[in-house]
């Protein structure tokens, strides 16, 4: 397939793709899906080998958040039966951290619901994350807090942090349609803040919102322009008692092509598969780590994932091996702060702003919606917030 070729061929070069051909990747049919996946893992095998990057995720506050973000179960409103708690104190979140790091995690992301933090929440968690240091040497700690405000990024870096997560989760023409308690140009402006401090910038998307795929292509190509480290793709959880319950959009297939647009557009970035992954994904979750580099082990924010030691089989099964901490998982070109090199607007779409394909051209085929799967979607019960063990 030529467009398979050419998007390789890119990809190894660190080009941006056009917007017709990131288009044509979601476009192409299910019988394809396998051509697909082994050129977009040519080029995730050009940057990263077959390491797979672990990530361990500690809720600090769940719930309770005053923002109406419609995907999330923790939104003002929400009527999902998810766990509720307030700060967990620097010991508690740090023997959270200690069970993902001891089951192979790399990094810890420690997450609080809410607008942003205050000037004592940043404080909070500045001890917090200098007590992960102190228990866990040569552990990455990202921050994921909200919207940050002037010179927040710049203690968190202080403290310790290496990185700060804020993700655009869909396209600026859409923002609108799924919150509207902050807007897009807020989270691009909160991306920007870390990366002026001098942090390893994180930011990705959600699929499954009843997005198209220009949007999709739209958040990609923003992400490609924004140039975070690494880009997280969820894959919308459809929690009962959200207003997109019953959104239920994705195939295993669907989700494979959107991982392998990501690739190709993002070819030395840290693309990590994170939540819905064990919904939507199902079986086919060994294939996505042919497009992929990093996953979060065992449970996400509100939700329960699958087994840590599951997860571990899985990587080791499908060929892949667990990236340690003495290795850099960026790029040397990235890793030295060089970004997505040169070439980043030498594509032949003249950047990112080249104008959408025609969207009948491009529209998911009908046959790409499945059999809501609401036995799959599993409310987190253990780990940070409780006194059960966690899943890591």
Known sequence: MDLLNTLVEKGLRRELPTREEALAVLATSDDDVLDVVAAAGKVRRQWFGRRVKLNYLV???????????????????SKAEILKYTWLKPEEASEAAAAGVAGGAKRVCLVASGRGPTDRDVDRVSRTIEAIKEQNEGVEVCACLGLLSDGQAERLRDAGADAYNHNLNTSEGTYGDITTTHTYADRVDTV???????????SGLIAGMGESDEDLVDVVF????????????????????????????????????????????????EVRLAGGREVHLRSMQPLALHLVNSIFLGDYLTSEGQAGKTDLEMIADAGFEVEGTDTTTLPEHRAAGGGCGSVCGDGESGGCSAEPAEAEATAAPAAEVSAARTDLVAVRRRGAGTDLAPNA
């Not at 809720?59 to 409103?77: F, H, V, W």
């Open 222 to 269: 923003a992400l490609r322009e924004l140039d975070p480290d690494s880009v997280p793709v969820n894959f919308l959880i459809p929690f009962e008692g959200t207003p997109l319950a019953k959104e239920w959009h994705l195939t295993p297939q669907r989700c494979l092509r959107i991982l392998a647009m990501t690739r190709f557009v993002c070819p030395d970035v």
């Open 192 to 202: 920007n803040k870390a990366h002026a401090a001098g942090l390893s910038a994180c």
């Open 59 to 77: 809720n600090l506050k769940s719930g309770l958040c005053p923002e109406d973000c419609s995907y999330c179960s923790q939104r003002l409103g």
